[in-house]
């Protein structure tokens, strides 16, 4: 009872101020961008403070990716409709936003957050032209051009080693974006969008997956992101 009083609370805010970050981000990307989008499961709260989570709030407890996945509505239900979009969000203010990846939307290629430093710093020593990347405190994802799984495989059979590390998040998966909370803490932009523009620009997959992969190989399962103390290889 106490949950559902506190969301009735949070949303009549929403209603009487500013729109809630999240909707305007999920309006950008479904209607500007033409990303299909849907809210996330999110997260539980509790314990004396409104603030402090809990959990995911799936029914599922021992859930490895808190908050950092769709639930109700399901994935297939991404779109880019500003009704359906804005009615997600006027129900759920605060709900993560869901990128559904592949097909005409961007695909994604995800690390460590210490290898995907690296990575980053690599791939600018190089002068490579990058598209946006979604930080959260343990991963980094690349978004990158819509890739189809034929072209990934033969890709990756053509390295020598492939960390499991890595996630390719293609037709049929999902990204979290900004300005999104998980449970491994908050997802940003480390390389935002161009703020006014048309659908952002996006690298091939051929183009960064090197730098990627070296980065993965060559980061030690043992280091930590500095900011946060915990490994650099959790669930999400």
């Known amino acids: 009872m106490r949950e559902i009083l506190g969301r ?95 097909g005409r939307a961007p695909c994604a290629v995800s690390l460590p957050a210490v290898a995907g430093a690296r990575a980053l710093a690599a791939l600018d020593r190089m002068g490579m032209r990058l598209g946006p990347v979604v930080a959260t405190p343990t991963r980094w994802s690349l978004l990158v051009a819509p890739y189809s799984m034929e072209q990934l495989g033969e890709l990756l059979h053509a390295k020598d ?10 037709s049929g998966g999902y990204l979290m974006l900004p300005p999104s909370e998980t449970g491994t803490g908050q997802v940003r932009w480390e390389r935002a969008p161009l703020p006014g523009s048309a659908a952002p620009w996006l690298p091939d997959v051929e183009a960064v997956v090197d730098a990627l992969v070296e980065a993965s190989v060559s980061t030690p399962s043992g280091v930590t992101p500095p900011e946060t103390g915990e490994g650099s290889r959790l669930a999400y």
């Open 161 to 170: 080693r492939v960390p499991s590390s890595l996630r390719f998040h293609g």
């Open 8 to 102: 009735r609370r949070r949303l009549r805010f929403w209603r009487k101020g500013r729109p809630a970050p999240q909707l305007d981000a999920a309006l950008t990307c479904a209607t500007v961008w033409k990303w299909p989008v849907l809210p996330g499961v999110g997260l539980t709260t509790g314990g004396g403070r409104a603030d402090r989570v809990r959990g995911c709030a799936c029914p599922d407890r021992e859930c490895v990716v808190p908050g950092a996945h769709p639930f109700d509505p399901g994935l297939l239900a991404a779109t880019t409709d500003e009704r359906m979009v804005r009615w997600w969000w006027t129900q759920r203010p605060t709900a993560p936003i869901v990128l559904a990846t592949g």
